[in-house]
């Protein structure tokens, strides 16, 4: 696989952690450089690790995976989605916080199936799997980074409407992911 292509993989893959990350900046008041680092980390090492997974199992597993991966990231993006609209509808005490660990694991393994996947797909290809999880990996991280900033901004424009569309998205987010793979679109 051409370094080019390689670069377009993990910009496609890197999308879903752009939109998540987006969404993190809405709702985080006051976000600072490092809880940047902190989602940019998650999704970056996530998509890092998951094709080197999905690459591994690809031997003995691969039809398998394949056959729920995108139910997988459904149930988890619209679980975490439907939290924060309740939350920001004030039907919870706790507030949501994306910087929450359990909150980026969850969704920082969300966004990620995909990588799995091209994982499974580079080992059918005899591709070593190194490389491009690496540059991967680094493209989540970047996006994500840039994506939180990006989401600061509309949060401020949006005020406490933030949360309800961060959840709307990451609902969208695990739909398409769903219609996709049902569909093969």
Known sequence: ????SIILLAA???MDAFSVAVTDGMIVQNIKF???IKIGLFFGIFQFLMPCIGNFIASFASG???KFD???AFILLAFLGIRMIIE???EQEIPSNPLKT????FMAIATSIDALAAGITLAAINTPIFFPSLIIGITAFLFSFVGVSIGKRFGDLLGNK???TGGIVLILIGTKTLIEHLFNL
């Open 162 to 164: 933030a949360e309800i």
């Open 102 to 105: 359990s909150t980026l694991f």
């Open 1 to 4: 696989m051409s370094l080019f």
């Open 88 to 90: 920001a509808r004030g």
């Open 12 to 14: 496609a893959l890197a």
């Open 70 to 72: 995108h139910w997988i």
């Open 34 to 36: 490092s809880d940047k």
């Open 64 to 66: 398998y995976i394949e």
